[in-house]
């Protein structure tokens, strides 16, 4: 799945081209890294994530369907529970599942079967460092961390605790990111950061696709 610094990317150009009515910018960008709060649980498993990612309930045997259905519920996610909670932090937690989901289908799984299992510490390591570069080009640090700053943990229904959100809001802000030298990722085996922007990007338009005809997705 897409490491942070691709869901601000994301999330950030979304909101400046579809010109989204947002209300409170600190909290929508909390939103968009909401779902990956599930990782700072004590208790944390594989089993937990297809809970907090909204894909628990459904049959992975088939790509396509399993995608379409994934897409399913994260609209319906939205819609019903639009009228009950932030719905800023809600639609930045909606566009993280549907970056998660084109991830899925067009990046994850066909490096699954062009490279096998075998190879998945070096994929990761190549998105960390490709992560790592977005935020140093981008000039995350000045632009969107002083934003998540802002922001504010909460209990987000029964999905992520405001313990979890804040561990995660304080790892992105002060830890992961802190301190680390100028990266270049050129010699990367299976990701550099040329072609994680190009996925980035086509990311970006498949949810503004896919989105297009829900009225829900956007503030009235």
């Keep these: ?16 081209g579809k010109g989204l009515a947002v209300n409170n910018a600190p909290q929508f960008y909390l939103g968009t890294l909401g779902p990956d709060a599930v990782h700072f649980r004590k208790d944390y498993s594989r089993a937990q994530k297809r809970v907090s990612h909204i894909y628990d309930n459904l049959d992975r045997g088939n790509l396509e369907v399993f995608a379409g ?4 519920n994260v609209e319906n ?6 009228s009950n909670i932030d719905r ?14 084109y991830n899925y289908i067009y990046i994850w799984t066909p490096f699954k079967l062009a490279y096998g299992r075998e190879n998945d510490k070096l994929y990761q390591a190549d998105g960390l460092s490709t992560d790592l570069e977005i935020y140093q080009k981008e000039n995350y640090e000045s632009k969107l ?22 561990e995660l809001k304080n790892n992105i802000l002060n830890v992961q990111y802190r301190d680390k030298q100028e990266v270049n990722t050129k010699t990367n085996k299976f ?3 040329e ?5 980035n990007n086509k990311a970006l338009q498949f949810i503004i696709d896919e989105f297009s005809g829900l009225k829900e ?3 009235d």
């Design 217 to 219: 997705f956007t503030h």
């Design 1 to 16: 799945m897409p490491y942070p610094m691709s869901h601000f990317y994301i999330a950030e150009n979304i909101l400046a």
């Design 77 to 82: 996610f939205y819609t019903g529970n639009k």
């Design 195 to 199: 072609k994680l922007m190009e996925w």
């Design 88 to 101: 800023d932090f809600l639609l930045g937690y909606c566009i993280h599942l549907m970056a998660d989901i």
């Design 69 to 72: 259905n994934w897409i399913k």
């Design 145 to 166: 961390f002083p934003i998540l700053e802002k922001s504010e943990p909460f209990d987000f229904i029964n999905l992520i605790s405001k313990n979890e959100m804040a």
């Design 191 to 193: 990701m550099i950061y």
